[in-house]
């Protein structure tokens, strides 16, 4: 048996290109119309009320007075709800929460609808919203991990990770000579995507079709299907455009299905967009940890183990746990690895899968960990990282697909001028007088693939339509995805036509875990070759073609023409045996996903290492990353400019998560009091500088036919602890909470 | 969001005789539409003064001094080329507030009425003693980071949030409103009141009065070759400060004839310090002087939060910002943006 799954995929002139997006002008215009821009007639306007306390019961609304307000027609609370076909405690899709939808009088966390309010006008259903006055019976509310126990969850599928342990721990801590026992603090974050969560819903007897934003649009027509007992092929979604994700749009949330249910109550069109202030709490979120992690190394600084506890928030009624400890799975070679995760039930939204869950906060903990280990050992923190370089994945032994991480060091080391710095901290100062600090951090994310599904149709004038329910989140996806279906039938841009954002279309899968562009792109390729493997069974039986009798040897397409595979002396042009063939459209499906046998042969992990330098006044505290270069091995590029774009994106998000995002819950009310962008920060250009990004070039012939393996998230992994890391640097004080601000270091 | 009256009248007479309990006047918007949204304020009339004509002029006076219309929007005021060369610090401040969006939107007199960012001040669930008097203060033990270090009460400890009042503050601008009973001048630094036992009083304008114009005086024009704008924040732009100072001297033959120093966002109002300026006064510039009168500065302070961190950065902001003031103002003004990470280039004074 071959030890590859296919040989790679030729490739045309597409694929490579940096090509700009094929929908960019179209969103720079304002021509594209995102979900929440549809008025379709007669539409009624939606707005929740959103409860203020984190932990009771609504004991009192005063439903009169609302009802009263000028244009409001409905006031559907829990005593009026009508009843929704499904259980909202049904995990009915892969990833899907516990959804609050009115069931009962109980608060569960701050944000949580208690009301929905529907009116002629947004303004009037705002102020029904506001007079519905809601009186509570109030419990304490925990929302600090200190605030409850901690707790075991068993690991039962999506949120509820397994953790691990490869090697005899205790003997590695014996064996130590060094070791370090460090905790590492996490706050929540919310997505934040630019666009809310929105939705127009709009009902045709028992079909329902739905404007919203998803990131994944048969899966989400499959889970709004199933509240409403309906089939699957009943909902209609469009999701042309998403301002953003970020993991907070895959599953159905409770807002969305109340806004749908209150559209088949009214019996005309609803519309429902979040507040931004909305977005803390029913929609997921990052949630906070703490981190114990403990290091022990030998004479040689070699890891004797890799000792990481990670205690996560979650709801009272769901669980999603961040899997932070697994992120010391499957990166450094230490003799033994432990990952676990705890959790604490507090009174909070559930949280979910937010950029790079997981690997962000475990990274941000990992590598910090690491840089205290190599001071204490005085090496250079790239020199004790390379000592503990894993040629095979930690633990298992099982190979890599490939892995260029060695060379993301030695590229990135070079580009930043890493050889230069001083080892102890607070060695530099620049020409201002700033203090300046360098640090690294390494970068691995996995590149899982999902399930999608394409079709491919070569019409007879030459051009050809492809389509997918595939999502373009705002990076660019279709623009990617369009290369990889051009190339799969040797057609130039120019001759494809693309649909895709609508859940008519083959299930596109899922846009996340980085894995769209491998999966979707897959089932695109694989239905242009479908429709280039039937042409060529075409060509091969007409014997006018210089391909006749070619048989079975295998086709692939280039320029307008097929040719077999690996003769290049064969080849017959598309048109001319289209028209011998009688000019009729040829259609072809494809697949992709990954079978678990392949899956199981090897590790497959994309890899970087990020350098960051920070400047900090040495007075004021004011941080700054002046400087950071990411050096990624992700394998097969598509679109370099939109690989390059995404990877820094990810690179932003790394200093967002170091330096400013943090939600703030008040201690006494549990409410969040920062849940607006005026108050919880994100990096605004003046923040991004000198920002870098190298992609250093990987053949991997097992992650899938085209060796994709996807940099959606990558870009965040490494960066949080490379910026942590060159504080320390910079001033010699170790913050081990992030954001990292001003009061941390004047705290010292 | 709750109906309200909209009124447009376009002379000051008729925005006054407008006036009714209840209502609000309306300039650029950029902070009372946002707290009618989120419901932290309710107006029931807003008065939109934008259109009202004569209020948009900058002028000098036959006495020196210079006239800012109430309407002349942050943007124009800070590129105007006149006020840069001669009040450097103001222009620096306001270009270190908001976005180019909002600096187009929003009106200086509408920059002096804004209201506190203390979140809950802006959370309408939160009791709060400036929306709704006696209901108490809920940022009192809670995890606001704007909290006051100076000048704050029991009853409430928010800050001002402005830059451009700092600056105002220490350049001893003046204040023109006019109400129904005729026109009066306001000191600045009678202008914003302290919490004390009625938070909800943030200005000494009375029901129904009107900001017309800024004065500064003549005097505010000698500190042009030594003044700056410290803004010091988590973010290096598009947030509020966590400390800043307004510092200006003029200095003559090695020695300080003349001082100013402000904090911003410590209090309920500008901080105007004239006791530390006192210290700097006869003074060669030095940077132990820095210290001793940024000590000076901030020997009142207290934390009334978890912040005794912020005192301590305050009293950092005030001497970095004098001993850039002292260095001389920029010769490329305002620099921006006003971050020490920015190189400064030559100085005026070099």
Partial sequence: MPDTLTSPARFGSNAGQPLTRRDGIAKVTGVANFAADNSPANLLHAFYVPASIARGRVTHLDVAAAEAHTGVTHVITPQNRPPLQGDPSEKVTMFSFRIEVLQDDTVRYA?????????????????????LNPQYEVEPARTALDQNEPISVPPQGFGTPAGAEHGDVAAGHAAAVQSIDVTYKTPAQYHNAMET???????????????MPSQALNMSCAGYAYFFGIPAENVTLRSPYLGGGFGSKAFPTGPQVLAILAARLAGRPVKLMLTRQQMFGPVGHRGATSQRLQLGVDVDAALTVLDHEGLAETSTFDDFIEPAANASQGLYAAGALKSVHRAVRLDVGTPGPMRAPGEASGSAALECAMDEMAELAGLDPLEFRLRNYADTEPGTGRPYSSKALRECYEQGAARFGWADRPLEPRQMLDKNGMLTGWGMGTALFPCPMFAADARATLRADGTALVETSAVDMGQGAWTALAQIAADSLGLPMEKLEFHAGHSALPDGGVAGGSGHTATAGGALHAAGSDVIRQLGEVASNDPASPLHGAGNAGFVARNGRVYVEGDESRSDEIAAIMARAGSLDVVGNGSASRPPEVAAKH?????????????????????????????????????????????????????????????KHDPRTGRIMNANLAGYHVPVNADVTGLEVITVHEDDPYVNALGIKGVGEIGGVGSVGAIANAIWHATGTRVRRFPIRIEDLIRG | MKTFDFAQPTTVDEALAAWEPGSAWLGGGTNLVDLMKIGAMAPDKLIDIKRLTGLDQIETLADGSTRIGAMVSNADLANNPDILRRFPMMAEALLSGASGQLRNAATVSGNLMQRTRCAYFQDANAACNKRSPAQGCDAIGGVDDTAAILGWSNQCIATNPSDFCVSLAALEAVIEVQGSSGKRDIAFADFHLLPEDTPERETALQAGELIVALRLPTEAGDFAGNSRYLKVRNRTSFAFATSSAAAAMQIKDGTITKARLALGAVAAKPWRLAKAEALLIGQAPDPALFAQAAEAALAGASSSNDNDWKIELARRTATRALALAAAGTPARMPALPASPFVDQGDSLNA
């Fill in chain 1, 603 to 663: 590790a497959m992990n994309s890899h970087g290492a990020v350098f960051a330098e920070v400047k900090i006044d040495p007075d004021l505290y004011q941080i700054r990353v002046t400087r950071m270069v990411g050096a990624f091995a992700v394998g097969r590029i598509i679109n370099p400019r939109l690989t390059e774009s995404q990877l820094m994106g990810g690179m932003i998000w790394g200093t967002s998560f170091a330096l400013h995002e943090e939600a």
């Fill in chain 1, 111 to 131: 944000g949580q609808p208690i009301a929905m309010v529907l009116a002629e006008t947004l303004e009037a259903a705002t102020e029904g919203a506001r007079l």
């Fill in chain 1, 197 to 211: 969560h929105a939705v127009v819903a709009e009902w045709d007897g028992d079909k329902v079709t739905l404007d």
